[in-house]
């Protein structure tokens, strides 16, 4: 599977499953589940996390075809992505 492919495909579900999430989180929420809120949350919580995701797909995409190169400025990104989001937790 090429670069292109395999971010598509990632980002493809991350959406689909973040739209699954918030219409059974919705659906729990009509019918006054104390769960349909929590879904919600981390539907939106997937779809804010997708780029992410998508750049992790794309280093380990990278990584299987030997590009060293793209593949080390991808896990940089990743790690310092990493940093930002512990520095924002604890903040």
């Given at each position: 599977m090429n670069l292109?492919?395999?971010i598509?495909?990632?980002?493809r579900l991350c959406v689909?499953?973040?739209?699954?999430?918030?219409?059974?989180?919705?659906?729990?929420?009509?019918?006054g589940s104390s769960y349909g809120e929590g879904l919600t949350w981390l539907a939106v919580l997937i779809l804010i996390l997708?780029?992410?995701?998508?750049?992790?797909?794309?280093?380990?995409?990278?990584?299987s075809?030997?590009?060293r190169k793209w593949a080390a400025f991808g896990?940089?990104?990743?790690?310092?992505?990493l940093m930002g989001m512990a520095i924002?937790?604890?903040r």
């Amino acid at each position: 599977m090429n670069l292109l492919e395999s971010i598509a495909k990632t980002l493809r579900l991350c959406v689909i499953l973040s739209v699954i999430l918030a219409v059974i989180g919705l659906i729990a929420e009509q019918m006054g589940s104390s769960y349909g809120e929590g879904l919600t949350w981390l539907a939106v919580l997937i779809l804010i996390l997708s780029p992410f995701i998508g750049v992790i797909a794309a280093t380990t995409s990278l990584a299987s075809q030997k590009d060293r190169k793209w593949a080390a400025f991808g896990a940089v990104l990743i790690i310092v992505s990493l940093m930002g989001m512990a520095i924002a937790l604890i903040r």
